[in-house]
């Protein structure tokens, strides 16, 4: 597969509704979208995960243009490439920077899928024709829209709700929500808004039979939560101190965790998500797909990897029509009673909207080889 164009375009998308976490309200989304074509025409897609601002990630949207211009598509470029995997290899001595890498390999997934027939959840090695979803319900201005929005997603299907908290907009909330929905699986998100000082507070959480907590502490640590994990029941899952299946060994013998989201982004791209899928059930942790308010083009991906086996707890892609006014993809990607049909097309299994992107696009620049 020899690469010969490769399409970055800057999009901004309006979101529905405001999305508040303990970093910050979020009331749109700038983002990268890429585009690699071969040889023949064919184009694979994908996009880049980070922010404008550097508050969930150090990454932004303008370094991961920068890093992927002037370092990452040269590499690129330089030889054909046999298989996605190749990628991450030929990456491997340029630090950090996993989303810029991801952006552009899963580019290159995409578009081996498409050039072998195949949708990208059987090119990953795939077996599942149907995933369960859950709901990621942001911080509300009240407890009573928290819980307005818990129904209207129970309602739907859903498979499970995720509340985000912080001090302050935690241990009442809980209790509300579980009082209200008694037998919901239920997660709390704190985004790593605590501290090891605050385990005797976190602690109560356990009185409300959660699923798990995640990321409560530091984005960079695993030494003090593994002490939290001892002094709380429920399960600690990791997001933000998870970059490799390296850091996956050491959270596992350290006891820092019992269940890893898995975002494609965060991890460097879909071959990484593969070594770490594998590595936790190998060692029988369970993992799930996590949410960075995608596009269709990166919820498509989020879904192809969801399929492998291991993903046995419900993800956070949910319906395009519960984030955008309209998406980037034909057919938007729609939820069935918390159930998402994974498409047996090649590729991601879902087209671009070519109108859609362009009256999106601020900005876009075009490499050839």
């Known amino acids: 597969m020899k690469i010969k164009r490769v399409i970055l375009r ?17 009331m749109d989304r700038d983002f990268i979208l890429v585009e690699i074509q071969d040889e023949d025409g064919r184009s694979g897609w994908a996009e880049s995960v980070a922010c404008a601002d550097p508050f969930y990630k150090e990454e932004t949207l303008k370094t991961n243009w920068h890093i992927m211009e002037d370092f990452l598509i040269p590499l690129l470029q330089q030889k054909e490439i046999q298989h996605p995997d190749e990628v991450s290899q030929r990456f491997a001595h340029i630090r950090g920077n996993y989303m810029a890498k991801a952006a552009l390999e899963g580019a290159v997934w995409d578009l081996y899928a498409r050039r072998q027939n195949l949708s990208l959840s059987k090119a990953l090695g795939g077996s599942k024709s ?26 739907e299907g859903y498979k499970r709700i995720k509340i985000k908290i912080k001090p302050g907009w935690d241990l009442n909330l809980t209790r509300a929500v579980r009082n209200a929905f008694p037998s919901t699986p239920l997660m709390v998100d704190a ?21 798990m907590i995640e990321q409560p502490l530091a984005h960079d640590d695993l030494i003090d939560h593994a002490e939290l994990q001892v002094r ?4 600690i899952c990791l997001d ?9 060994r050491k959270a596992i013998k350290l006891g820092s965790t019992q ?67 309209r998406d980037i993809i034909h057919p ?27 009256a999106l696009t601020l900005h876009e620049k075009v490499y050839t080889c």
């Not at 999009?11 to 979020?26: C, I, V």
């Not at 933000?240 to 996956?248: A, L």
């Not at 960075?292 to 046995?312: D, K």
């Open 10 to 26: 800057h999009l901004k998308m309006d979101l529905l509704h405001p999305f508040t976490t303990s970093l910050g309200k979020e």
């Open 130 to 155: 149907q995933i369960e979803v859950g709901l990621s319900v942001g911080i509300q201005p009240t407890i009573d829209e928290t819980l307005r929005k818990i129904e209207a997603g129970l309602n």
């Open 191 to 211: 985004n790593s808004a605590y501290t090891l000082a605050d385990a005797d507070h976190l602690a109560q959480l356990d009185e409300f039979d959660l699923m």
């Open 232 to 235: 709380m029941r429920t399960p």
């Open 240 to 248: 933000e101190s998870i970059h490799s299946s390296e850091d996956v």
């Open 259 to 325: 269940i890893i989201n898995i975002k494609i982004g965060r991890v460097g791209g879909l071959t990484e998500a593969k070594k770490i899928h594998d590595l936790c059930q190998t060692h029988d942790m369970p993992v799930w797909c996590g949410g960075m308010l995608e596009s269709g083009i990166g919820r498509a991906h989020n879904i192809a990897i969801t399929t492998l086996a291991n993903f046995t707890l419900p993800g956070d892609t949910a319906a395009s029509s519960k984030y955008w006014p």
């Open 332 to 358: 938007e990607i729609t939820v069935d009673n918390g159930i998402i049909s994974v498409p047996d097309t090649p590729g991601i299994g879902y087209e671009p909207d070519h109108d859609q992107i362009k």
